[in-house]
């Protein structure tokens, strides 16, 4: 099975994509990892273009797996191999405001987030849902026979048992 998750930060994608790697036993693979270079412990340097899709043909190469993440304009390859695409169509609000809950104890945790870092987050989710979003429809709608749309917690709830 190839299942690939996309959506906007905070819409859910991981936590299905783990959900899913558990209940059908296969990898679930982080786009944030193969399109960013955090060799420096941060996600702040864009990985080279000729190894990311390197990288993301390893993956492709396997016969299951699910990738999750937010990027779309080099994955045409994962799309039209996928069997299953899940577009996560979460309302903007609730969102925001699982970015803001994630940091709260991110920092909480001592871990390394940045006010800054959240206020960018909130910036490029709120760009997400005004460009990119439309976007990634327009894309999808070659792929619209596999194209599942999750419009809320209740969708990934039929789809996870």
Known sequence: MKIHI??????GKTTLAQKLSNQYKIPFYE???IFWDDSDGKFNKKRDPE???ELLQNILQNK???IEGVQYS??????SQADII???NISPFICRFR?????????WKCQNESFSSLISLLKWTKKFYQVNLLEIKEILLSYENKVIIINKRKDIDKIVY
């Open 51 to 53: 190894k990311r899709n």
């Open 99 to 107: 970015i803001i809950k994630r940091f709260v104890i991110r920092k």
């Open 6 to 11: 996309i959506g906007p930060s905070g819409s």
């Open 74 to 79: 080099w994955l045409k390859d994962s799309f």
């Open 86 to 88: 899940y577009l996560m």
């Open 64 to 66: 299951n797996w699910i």
């Open 31 to 33: 786009l944030d990892d």
